[in-house]
């Protein structure tokens, strides 16, 4: 499988959450919507502009029709001008903690089983080399 450039392995869905947060609004602008969050999932960011976004997802001229109404409103223009959806991003720091603190364990428990001075497992390489 290949690995998402966020580095990240999956993207926290809460199905209730979205629902509620996109309650009355079309199947299309839920997708529209949706698409977008995987995009910034994988990407890190959005471009601002609204055409650049509907090329990146695909989508034609009247399912893009519910931008400007309905999905902009969810995914705010930064600082740096790149466009991104809070809720997503304080998932995404969450992620990275969680990983972190996996990670550290891994560390510990390694260095009881095989050593401290042993090197990570990686791609092609002997984990028992030093």
Not at 23 to 50: F, Y
């Amino acid at each position: 499988m290949k690995r998402s450039k966020s580095g990240l392995p999956f993207l926290p869905w809460f199905p209730a959450r979205f629902m509620s947060s996109t309650r009355g609004w079309s199947v299309t602008a839920r997708g529209v919507c949706r698409e977008l969050l995987d995009c910034q999932w994988e990407m890190g960011s959005l471009p601002a502009n609204a055409a650049e976004l509907r090329k990146l997802i695909g989508a034609t001229h009247a399912e893009w029709k519910c931008w400007a109404d309905l999905v902009e409103t969810k995914f705010p223009k930064d600082a740096d001008g790149r466009r991104r959806n809070p809720t997503l991003e304080e998932h995404r720091a969450k992620s990275l903690r969680v990983r972190e603190c996996n990670r550290a364990g891994a560390v510990k428990t390694n260095a009881k089983r095989y050593g401290p001075n042993v090197v990570p497992f990686q791609s092609g390489g002997n984990r028992n080399e030093p």
